[in-house]
């Protein structure tokens, strides 16, 4: 039987395919674990590896497959053309990718300047791409020997040292920038499947689970990473929810949402990002926005669209919503954030009230057969928690500082690194130049 709250239909998307939200205790994955490459350096075989998910309603042990409907929200339309120059910058690297998702002004509009949708040659803006693998030293061995001129001076150093900076500093990314591929100017970014995983589950860093939040252009699916960031973005619903008040746009809600990644990332505060991105992205992409969320909205019981016949052309700042603030739906909310983020709040708000360690472990230090007893609904510390109206959103807000904060500021310092100093430089002045033209529009329109 499908969930209440599962089985409302969408209003806003009546060409959405019904059903797109099964009920996910039907859906199980293999557990076997993924075969290794052989002695010729290829992978014969690889099984999605095994997930730990720490929802106590999903049981994920054993299924292959999701439903056909599954996450479609998650596939952003391009045309064609661009389409499909995008999926052959794929076939120009012959290291296995599980995963691979291209983003940016490179793909989609975030100005005027934007121009064409033509992504080869010119003055158009890099294209960014992110490729989950599932073995980081094998990938980068295979590819420096197909593009070792991507590389920085850890190229020399071998696949071991750069995977062991990937992996073990920063958010585990790896990003080789101002690649030449096919007469196109690329960026790419390599992460591990199981970092990629983790981070959409737990909030551990939000850099990556904050960039899934926005429109992305998927070029290769992964069933594990598709339901994974289906929780992601309904965990950035219910995030925003606790950051606006109880009616606010549609507007307010996507950049509220799209926010997120940018709060305590030091790239805003040096200079060195246009102070307007937010905005600029969700202006120019408003379509994507409704395509990924609108359908999660109108699934949850304690939010609902005020505006009745919405189409795809409405003005945003014309949609109203409305959120219930029951102390005891707030308190679900907190409840079902993800777990690290989510034990980041719990501590704050034992600081604040002063609850001693003890008691604290009793309220929050639920074993699993608890939490599926409770049903997955906040207790007494959550209620508490969701009282406290005045101030709730700054805490969260608070929490999304300090866990974007450090893992961004390192994985700047590494793109020194893995970049080189030349390519750094590059990146740093389009940068700063962003920013200056920006700073210049906004004193001509207000002169």
């Known amino acids: ?206 850099y990556l689970a904050g960039r899934l939040q926005k429109p992305v252009k998927i070029l290769r699916d992964d069933p594990q990473v598709r339901l994974v960031n289906q929780h992601n973005l309904l965990s950035a619903i219910r995030t925003a929810l606790l950051l606006l008040p109880a009616k606010f746009t549609e507007h307010d809600l996507y950049t509220t949402i799209a926010g997120i990644s940018y709060t305590g990332d030091p790239r805003m505060k040096l200079y060195s990002e246009n102070p307007h991105k937010v905005n600029n992205i969700v202006r120019n992409q408003l379509p994507h926005f409704r395509r990924l969320y609108s359908p999660l909205v109108e699934q949850l019981p304690n939010v609902q669209f005020l505006s009745q016949g919405v189409t795809w052309n409405d003005l945003a700042e014309h949609i109203m919503l409305e959120q219930d603030m029951d102390p005891q739906r707030r308190a679900n909310i907190i409840h079902r954030l993800p777990k690290s983020f989510r034990e980041k709040v719990y501590f704050q708000y034992q600081r604040k009230f002063a609850i001693p360690a003890l008691d604290f472990e009793k309220m929050v230090g639920r074993s699993a057969d608890e939490e599926r007893m409770l049903k997955r609904e906040g207790g007494e510390f959550e209620r508490r928690i969701a009282m406290d109206s005045d101030n709730v959103g700054k805490v969260v807000g608070g929490v999304i500082k300090t866990t974007i904060g450090w893992p961004s500021t390192i994985q700047s310092l590494k793109g020194v690194v893995t970049a080189g100093p030349l390519r750094s430089w590059r990146y740093l002045k389009e940068k700063i130049g962003k920013w200056s033209a920006a700073r210049k529009t906004v004193v001509l329109g207000q002169k």
């Open 1 to 206: 039987m499908i969930p209440r709250h599962l089985a409302r239909t969408p209003r806003l998307h009546s060409f959405y395919p019904s059903g797109h939200l099964r009920q996910y205790r039907n859906l199980s994955f293999s557990t076997s674990s993924p075969t290794p490459p052989n002695d010729n350096g290829l992978n014969t075989k690889l099984p999605p590896p095994p997930l730990d998910f720490d929802e106590p309603d999903l049981n994920l042990s054993s299924c292959i497959h999701l439903p056909p409907n599954f996450g479609t929200n998650q596939h952003m339309h391009v045309d064609d053309a661009l389409k499909d120059r995008l999926r052959s910058l794929l076939w120009q690297f012959r290291a296995p990718v599980r995963y691979a998702f291209a983003y940016g002004s490179g793909v989609f509009p975030q100005g005027s300047n934007f121009g064409s949708s033509s992504v080869a040659g010119g003055n158009k803006p890099m294209i960014d791409l992110i490729f989950g693998v599932t073995y980081t030293q094998h990938w980068h061995s295979l590819n420096l020997a197909q593009h070792g001129d991507h590389y920085s001076f850890l190229g020399k150093m071998g696949s071991a040292v750069i995977s062991h900076v990937q992996d073990d500093f920063g958010a585990g990314v790896y990003f080789n920038p101002y690649v030449d591929v096919g007469g196109t100017l690329i960026k790419y970014g390599v992460v591990n499947l199981a970092t990629l995983i983790h981070d959409l589950r737990t909030w551990d860093t939000l």
